[in-house]
């Protein structure tokens, strides 16, 4: 008799169990279960760059790419509190996407053939253009021949510095640093005459509160850059969504009121909303 009671309340248990596994396992589109059982999704974005993506000291995210994709999470139901922001730098992107650590990724990534191979792209959002940032004062730099002996800045390794100088400027004393703040510092106490990448990169760094009104972009547009939202290869039906959330959120205004907000401050003559797909060569 002893044994039956356990078994009987073994088995009740497990029924609980399952009832409550099955009851969980309802999750929202592209969501994924927080450790506390909550409903989440995880979104990639750069947390170091002002303007774009930016996770600032007390453990908030602001940017651009933070807006677009909080726009996006909740047309595909999930509230503010549902996002889980991870940090993917850009070596990483494909990977983190491939492997699904994330559900998407907002995080300045342009679209280009290469990567199309590997993820898909929903957009795109955004059509930035490389460009230099110099001082506001400076008026030397007119074109971007004018570069030619000028101190030239941006990160090791950047694509951006070596367009300049292979195919604009071939005599741009080059200077490659560890980060765009070092850049902004450099040029800030005229240590370099310039500094480059996405103008709306740079937009962000100047629009900080302690930059704001000592720099300025030169509007030279050397290269397009279509900022797109990569997610998973063939998830068709994810990409349809998000599509359909930048179309709604460039129409309603709120497209606008991010380019505002996050790059304002910098005079940054950004180009109308992209339509979805039309990718600027």
Known sequence: MQLRKVTAASAAVLALALTATACGSDKKDGGSDSAGGGK???????????GIGLKTPDGKYTGFDVDVATYVAKELGYDAKDIVFKETKSADRETAIERGDVKFIAASYSINDERQQKVDFAGPYLLAHQDILVRADDDSIKSAADLNSKKLCSVTGSTSAKNVKDKLAPKAQLQEYGGYSECLTGLENKVIDALTTDDSILAGYASQQ????????????MTNENYGIGLKKGDADLKKKINDALTKMVSDGSWDK???ANFGPANYKNELAPKIGNIVK
């Open 210 to 221: 302690n930059f704001q009104g000592k720099f300025k972009l030169a509007g030279f547009k």
């Open 258 to 260: 991010a380019v505002k």
């Open 40 to 50: 989440k999704i995880t979104i990639g974005i750069k947390i170091d760059q002002p």
